[in-house]
């Protein structure tokens, strides 16, 4: 029965992951598209754990970053834990940072299904994880350029200086640490106003799609300033009109660290497979940039080469350091 094998990963949620403890105020935050036999996983578990549990469900936001409900941003900004189980990231949104900065722990498990409960990255050897991201982080935080190149074209360029990484790891046991499953990265807000190159053909951009057709998007001065290319361009260009300068904004830069994620066609799980990268385009606070944006969104590569400063981190998809 699968609720019996999704209810280890909902176990290792609130003992792992979040370090949940008796009589702290657990919030699991869901949406209308997510599987309810997942909730309901996540709150018996939050009930042997003792938490004083609430569960709240919403309409999706249709987008990653956009602001949830009021109602729902006041619960997590008086909860010591928060589960999003929603279909899209509340990571980049003003009332997940309000939750952090007030001491919130957050497990972000948005768009995971039935499979990704039981299969791939989330069964991950967490501890490995943490170190390759750790290592990974210290090499951000030394650096001042990156420069990212792809057998299609891609080859951006941009600066890391003066900009703290982050460990996404798979835990969030201290006050103000946000994780989440599957995970995964080694991340930082590249310096606003640096990125300049071009991507051509990435693997995916997220909240559209596993890109098909061709695409070629240009940057200048840190900004997205031309895309060209069929349907995910077009969508790419509606989200862009509606976001403004804000959203033309390069918001994010990550290495993929878990060695267990597949290749499944969501963004959650893939993003965070190693070997792999992404960028993102939008809001940049929630990794320490200074771009507030109501959308964040993330753009995929599957065989890239990293160098920071020079040096090969990745070679064409395989991580040279180790």
Known sequence: MIEVRMAKTAKMIMESVLNVKPKEKLLIVTDTERPASITKVLAIAAEISEA????????????????PPEIVAAAMSAADAIINQTSHSMTHTNAQRAAIAKGARVCNIRNVDEDMMIRGGITADYKEVKRLSDTLVELINQGEWVR????????????????????????????????????????????????DGVIVNPYMIEDIAVVKDPIRIEFKVGLVTKVEGGREAQE???????????????????????????????????????????????DSKSLGGTVDCYMHMDIMFLQPTITIDDKIIVKAGTLMLF
């Not at 004083?52 to 602001?67: D, R």
Request: proline content about 5%; overall charge neutral.
């Open 148 to 195: 990212i190149t792809t057998p299609e074209g891609t080859d951006l360029k941009f600066s890391i200086k003066g900009r703290s990484g982050f460990s996404l790891s798979g835990y969030a046991t201290n006050p103000g640490e946000f994780s989440g499953l599957p995970d995964g990265e080694a991340a930082c807000a590249p310096l606003e106003g640096t990125a």
């Open 236 to 282: 790419l260009l509606k989200v862009l009109a509606k976001a403004g300068e804000p959203g033309r904004n390069v918001a994010e830069f990550a290495f993929g660290t878990n060695a267990a994620c597949r290749l499944i066609g969501k963004s959650r799980e893939d993003k965070k497979k190693l070997g792999t990268a992404h960028i993102a385009i939008g």
């Open 52 to 67: 004083n549990t609430v569960v709240m469900t919403m309409s999706p936001t249709g987008m990653s970053g956009v602001e």
